[in-house]
Structure formats: structure tokens, C-alpha cells
């Protein structure tokens, strides 16, 4: 699934150039000259050795939120079938968020600080707040090609009813909601910059036929968070809709492990063996989906243990060591142990083939640990406005090597 150099040519020139000549900037200018130790911004390129063209691969988010917001139904915007009214749970809304995230302090706080002030539970997110947020955290963002931007589908029961909004952690409930429809608007707006990551939950009614829909409209992967959503790997739905994604060859980004923003509804789904099982089954079958495990499932506070995250590094390198099984690093750095498990520990060589980058924007890219090399770039590191770059720059600081960055490229649809 690499892109065609006539694709290359012909779509992205415009964002070549760009790039091409704010490279040239900053030599002239010597913008980033004055640390020798300033990770590469360079994007990364290759010849072809048939042409000798240099030809550079893409940098690609594929772990990025959609602005928190609360929105009515769109009526201007194309609408998949199977979400006529927006949410199920909470009809008439194409986003939401549960009071209890509008009126934590910390969400407040950060909301403040990535520009986007989160509005009351009964006001409406102004679309000229969002469409600056975009500007300057998904738009400025010189060093990455594309995001894939994420839906987020509702909190379903077992019996497949959806729950709109809960009023506390302890409740059943969608801690958030946002719907294709408002995603695959936004990346239709920018399509030079966003890909469509869509979220159909498996418990939905006619989730197979919602899953094709966005299938056919240029989907390039599912998001699920099962602990949040109420996802069970051993569910046959479950089952049905990740064969589906294998026929389609649609890759699943699955967040496994904890989950510390939104609230944990099911707490035994963060244990990612039993989909582990299932890839194992749908291997066999030649049925398996490419499957991204977002954060290496790793732990909320890293005393509660890691055994997660070795599971899934255990499989990465072991059994699907040569199938399409990989794990997204997006915020790892904010997890010091297992960072640094997957950055040079020598039980884990081999790792960083397995590895995709990803933001998990709006979570603040902040460094709250004093990892010595980053601290040293510090001041050139992190200064940026888009949290985006901001996350791009700390990785690479950090020393995580280009192919993590570019492996995206390969996996999902383009
Ligand atoms: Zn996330």
C-alpha cells in the first residue's frame, strides 16, 4: 500500500515545496542551528535508484483526537446512513462530552492552555473556536504530513443500546462522543492533511453494514477504546466486525491497558490477550486485519504494574512478529518505565519495527519526568504552538528513529 510516485507527484508537490522551503529557512535563517544536538526536522527522504528522484515518505499522526467539543447536528455535512441524527445515546448531537470531563479543573486547565476554553454541558462549541484550534495545532505542524483524525463512538450495553452521557465515573455512560460524520466533514474540508479515522461500535445494529459505509467513504482505520465503550474481544460481534476489517484489510487502532482521562466503565477489557487470541484465529483464516494497540497498552500510574505492555511486546516480537501487528507510541514519553523499556532495553531489540507514531492530541505534550537528553533541547524541543509538533519534536528528541515516524505509510489506506 505505498504511495505511487505519480500520487506522490502529483498530491503532495504542494506540501513538498512547503516543506522543502521552510528547510531552506531555516538554514539561512539558522533557526535550529544553535543546539548541534536539535533532533532532525528534516523529513526523511530516499532515492530512486531507477530515477534517482528523491522521493520523501510521509510522517504520519495516527493518533489524533478531535477538538473536545460539544456540537448540534450538522445539517450542511454529508451524512452516513447510520447516523442520521448523530449519537444514538444523545440524538441531535454530533459531539459531546460528559459533564463531569467539562467540569474537571485539569481538562479545564489544558483546554486553556491548547486554546480551546471547553464550553458549559448546555452550551455549544462556536465553529470559529475549532476552526483556529485546527489552524494552529493540526494546520502548523511543519514536520508532519498527515493526521488521522478519530471519531469516537458511544458507550454501548451488551444488549447494544447506546448511553449517551454519564454524570459521573461510577455511572454507565459515554464519557464522549463524536460521530464520522463530523470527522469525515472536517478531513473532506482538508485533504491534503487529514484521514478519516472512523469509530462503529461492534454492539451497534448493523455495525457490518456501518462498517462498509465508512469503508467505501475513504476510512482509513477504527478506533475502539474497550474499556471506555464496553468492547468484549470474545463478543461474536466483536468477532464478525474484526473478520470484516481483515476482508477489508481496514485496520483497527485498539487502545488496551488503562485509560486515566476518560472513565474506565470495564476494567477487565484492558487486558489485550483475549484479541490477541482472536488475530491469532483470524491469522489462520488469513483474515487478519492490520491492528495498531495504541499507547503498547501500557499502564495508567506505572505503579499499577506493566503486565499488559509486556504482553503486547511479548507478541509483537514473538508470534506476529511477521504479521500486521503493531503498537502506536502516542504520549509514551509521559510513562518514563516503559518508555524507556521500548527505547533501549536489550529484551526488547527489534521493537522499534513494530512501533507508529502517534499525538493523541489534545493530550498535552508535556514532559513531566527529567529525561536528560530532552532536557538539554529543551528550549528549541518544545517550542511550538501546535501540540502536534510539540509531540513530533519531544519524540524525536528522544531519540525515536525515523522508521517509527513513516511506518504509517505502510498500514493504512490511502
Ligand atoms: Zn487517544
Redesign the pocket.
Known amino acids: 500500500m505505498e504511495l505511487s510516485r505519480s500520487q506522490l507527484d502529483g498530491q503532495h508537490r504542494i506540501a513538498q515545496t512547503a516543506q522543502f522551503k521552510m528547510l531552506n529557512d531555516v538554514q539561512t535563517t539558522g533557526k535550529y542551528r544553535r543546539s548541534s544536538c536539535v533532533p532532525r526536522l528534516v523529513p526523511y527522504r530516499f532515492i530512486d535508484h531507477e530515477s534517482h528522484d528523491t522521493i520523501r515518505t510521509m510522517v504520519i499522526d495516527v493518533?489524533c483526537?478531535m477538538v473536545p467539543q460539544i456540537r448540534r447536528v450538522c445539517s450542511s455535512a454529508k451524512r452516513f446512513l447510520f447516523e442520521p441524527d448523530g449519537a444514538n445515546g444523545n440524538p441531535g448531537f454530533d459531539a459531546y462530552l460528559a459533564p463531569f470531563l467539562t467540569r474537571n479543573p485539569f481538562w479545564r486547565f489544558f483546554a486553556n492552555c491548547a486554546g480551546f476554553p471547553l464550553p458549559r454541558p448546555d452550551q455549544e462549541t462556536p465553529e470559529d473556536l475549532v476552526t483556529r484550534v485546527i489552524e494552529r495545532h493540526w494546520l502548523d505542524c511543519p514536520s508532519v504530513d498527515r493526521l488521522v483524525v478519530?471519531a469516537f463512538d458511544e458507550y454501548h450495553t451488551d444488549e447494544g443500546v447506546a448511553v449517551g452521557p454519564i454524570r459521573s465515573r461510577r455511572h454507565p455512560g459515554s464519557s464522549m462522543y463524536t460521530s464520522n460524520t463530523l470527522v469525515h466533514d472536517i478531513c473532506q474540508r482538508y485533504p491534503q492533511r487529514m484521514l478519516f479515522g472512523a469509530s462503529i461500535h461492534p454492539y451497534r445494529n448493523h455495525a457490518l453494514e456501518a462498517l462498509d459505509e465508512v469503508h467505501a467513504c475513504g476510512a482509513v482505520l477504527v478506533k475502539w477504546?474497550p474499556i471506555t465503550q464496553n468492547i468484549d474481544a470474545v463478543d461474536p460481534r466483536t468477532r464478525a466486525f474484526v473478520r470484516r476489517c481483515g476482508e477489508l484489510n481496514l485496520p483497527l487502532l485498539i487502545?488496551y491497558g488503562a485509560e486515566i482521562t476518560l472513565a474506565t466503565q470495564n476494567a477487565r477489557f484492558q487486558d489485550p490477550a483475549p484479541m490477541l487470541s482472536l488475530l491469532s484465529e483470524l491469522r489462520r483464516e488469513n483474515k487478519m486485519p492490520p491492528v495498531i494497540i495504541?499507547h503498547v497498552a501500557t499502564p495508567g500510574p506505572p505503579f499499577l504494574g506493566n503486565r499488559h505492555f509486556r504482553t503486547v511486546l511479548r507478541a509483537l516480537l514473538g508470534e506476529f512478529r511477521d504479521a500486521p501487528l503493531y503498537a502506536d507510541i502516542?504520549a509514551l514519553y509521559q510513562k518514563p518505565p516503559c518508555w524507556n523499556a521500548i527505547l533501549d532495553d536489550p529484551r526488547w531489540r527489534g521493537i522499534h519495527g513494530k512501533l507508529v507514531w502517534g499525538s493523541?492530541f489534545p493530550?498535552p505534550p508535556f514532559v513531566w519526568y527529567p529525561y536528560r537528553r530532552l532536557w538539554k533541547l529543551k528550549r528549541d524541543v518544545i517550542k511550538h504552538p501546535s501540540w502536534i509538533e510539540r509531540s513530533y519534536r519531544i519524540c524525536r528528541g528522544l531519540g525515536i528513529p525515523d522508521e517509527v515516524f513513516e511506518r504509517a505509510q505502510s498500514i493504512i489506506r490511502h
Open positions: 493518533h483526537h478519530l477504546l487502545h495504541a502516542a493523541d493530550i
